[in-house]
């Protein structure tokens, strides 16, 4: 839903293809892809956003993201 969302307002946007629940590895990964900034759902109603070359996060509602990102 949240890809879907990012894509519509004009956003590139990927799911990991990884397995692992490891955030550490999904980020290295996410870095190895040249992605400018990473979303990790917290929970059914919150995700934080993490730029990847400052490493400044936010915390936002999941119905925010789309407008946040782009």
């Given at each position: 839903r949240v890809v879907g969302e990012i894509r519509a307002?004009?956003?590139?946007?990927?799911?990991s293809s990884k397995s692992t629940r490891n955030v550490g590895k999904?980020?290295?990964?996410?870095?190895g892809q040249c992605a400018?900034?990473?979303v990790i759902i917290e929970s059914a109603s919150e995700a934080t956003?993490?730029?990847l070359d400052s490493g400044?996060?936010?915390s936002c509602a999941i119905e925010s993201i789309a407008a946040t990102v782009t």
């Amino acid at each position: 839903r949240v890809v879907g969302e990012i894509r519509a307002r004009g956003g590139h946007a990927r799911r990991s293809s990884k397995s692992t629940r490891n955030v550490g590895k999904l980020l290295k990964d996410a870095v190895g892809q040249c992605a400018r900034r990473a979303v990790i759902i917290e929970s059914a109603s919150e995700a934080t956003i993490k730029d990847l070359d400052s490493g400044e996060q936010v915390s936002c509602a999941i119905e925010s993201i789309a407008a946040t990102v782009t």
